[in-house]
C-alpha cells in the first residue's frame, strides 16, 4: 500500500539539511508505530522517497514524501501519530493512500509556488507598488527574459519566462513580498531566487541572499489534462 505525507517545516527547523530531515522521520514511522515496508537484502531499509527536497535555510508548508506500508491506521490517527513524535518545526498535515500504480512524488513534481519576504532588520529598495510595476515593465510584458545561468560545468542562456508560471507582488506587513509559481523538478527545475535576483541585475541594485527568507506554498503535479494539482491531491483520505 502506498502513502503519500505532506508536512510542514519551520523556525530552526529551516537549517536541517535532507538527509537529517529523512533520517528523522524514519525515526518517527517507527516512534508512531507506522507499520512501514523495508527493502529485501543484506541492509534493509525503510522504503521512502521525498518529492522535492528543500534547500538548506528555507521554510514551507508543503513538503511531500511517499512510503509503502504493509497496513495503516486511519488518515486523522496517522497524522496524530506522527505529530506526537515530531520535533518542534516540523508538522505533519496529510497522510494519504495512493493507487497502487502511481508513480513517485520525486517523478511527478513539475511546479512550485513560492513567497520571498525581507526578513526583519532589511528593507527593500522599492515599495510594494513599485515592484509591482517594475515586474510588470522588466519582466511581464517582455516577450523573453534572458539571462546566463551558470553551473559548475558550463554556462547556457535560458529564457526564465518559459519557466515561470506566475509572477506577482504584494504588501504584507508595510514590505513587498514576491510570489512566484515556477517550474520544479529533474528537468526544469529553477530556484525562485534566480528570479528576483535577475530583476535586481536589471534594475542596476545589489542583491544580498541573506535579506530574502524563501518559502514554499504548494507543490504540484500535472493531470492528464495538463491541469496543476498539489501532489496531495492524487491520494484519498482513509477512513
Known sequence: MKIRIKFRKWGVMKFIGHLDMMRHFQKAMRRADIDIKYSEGFSPHQIMSFAAPL??????????????VNSTMSSALAVAALNAVMVEGVEVVSYVQLPDTAKTAMSLVTAADYALSYKEGYES??????WKQIVEKE???QPAFTITKKTKKSEREVDLKTLVYDFYVEEQEGKPVFFLKVSTGSTDNLKPELVVSSIYERMGIPYHENAIQIHRLEVYTRDDSGNLLPLDALGTEII
Do not use: M, N, Q
Open 125 to 130: 529598495p522599492y515599495s510594494a507598488e513599485e
Open 55 to 68: 534547500g538548506v535555510g528555507l521554510t514551507s508548508d508543503s513538503e511531500y514524501f511517499d512510503i509503502e
Open 139 to 141: 519582466f511581464l510584458k
